[in-house]
T-cell receptor, first 110, second 112 residues
Framework: TQLLEQSPQFLSIQEGENLTVYCNSS?????LQWYRQEPGEGPVLLVT?????EVKKLKRLTFQFGDARKDSSLHITAAQPGDTGLYLC??????????FGKGTSLLVTP | NAGVTQTPKFQVLKTGQSMTLQCAQD?????MSWYRQDPGMGLRLIHY???????DQGEVPNGYNVSRSTTEDFPLRLLSAAPSQTSVYFC???????????FGSGTRLTVV
């Protein structure tokens, strides 16, 4: 199993602050995905990145795939309470087996 | 579009009992997977299928069986439940040509 390490594990910030979540591995992945999970629900796909160095934006969320395709980051600008949740990164080479990180639990307070 | 539907949402089993967790998707996705989510362990792949009639093992397959007779359905069978199988189970699917999965809302299973 290819390990994905996420940091930080927990993050508690105030509304309006910026934050970055990291996802690192010693292995190369052909693609990496970010999901957000809310309590009692399944993960919901936010983005897929496939090209080294790729940057994708989703409103206030910016995702980057490392040049070597071993790491990724998620940056949230001006966080809002609705951003609260568990953020998961998942890498794959096969396309049918996702290797998940353990997640970053984000709490944004008003 | 219902997406990925999992039933039941909650289940309590006694050690040694068997049961089937149901998963159905209405998006005509070829790829389907089962994951379990445990505190401190993240999501781990149990079994997956790349199409009707084709299944294979993931990272933690022991104690579970699957079959895929139709594109829509991918049930997960627990043969003889053990307390170590207490977990939240997620079914997921994706179409050919896309990496991103759609997840169901999960089944929370407790084995006592």
């Amino acid at each position: 199993t290819q390990l994905l390490e996420q940091s930080p594990q927990f993050l508690s910030i105030q509304e309006g602050e910026n934050l970055t979540v990291y996802c690192n591995s010693s292995s190369v992945f052909s693609s990496l995905q970010w999901y957000r999970q809310e309590p009692g629900e399944g993960p919901v796909l936010l983005v897929t990145v496939v090209t080294g160095g790729e940057v994708k934006k989703l409103k206030r969320l910016t995702f980057q795939f490392g040049d070597a395709r071993k790491d990724s980051s998620l940056h949230i600008t001006a966080a809002q309470p609705g951003d609260t949740g568990l953020y998961l990164c998942a890498g794959t080479n096969s396309g049918y087996a996702l290797n998940f990180g353990k997640g970053t639990s984000l709490l944004v307070t008003p | 579009n219902a997406g990925v539907t999992q039933t039941p949402k909650f289940q309590v089993l006694k050690t040694g009992q068997s049961m089937t967790l149901q998963c159905a998707q209405d998006m005509n996705h070829e790829y389907m997977s089962w994951y379990r989510q445990d505190p401190g362990m993240g999501l781990r792949l149990i079994h997956y299928s790349v199409g009707a009639g084709i299944t294979d093992q993931g990272e933690v397959p022991n104690g579970y069986n699957v079959s895929r007779s139709t594109t829509e359905d991918f049930p997960l069978r627990l043969l003889s439940a053990a307390p170590s199988q207490t977990s939240v189970y997620f079914c997921a699917s994706r179409p050919t040509g896309s990496y991103g999965y759609t997840f169901g809302s999960g089944t929370r299973l407790t084995v006592v």
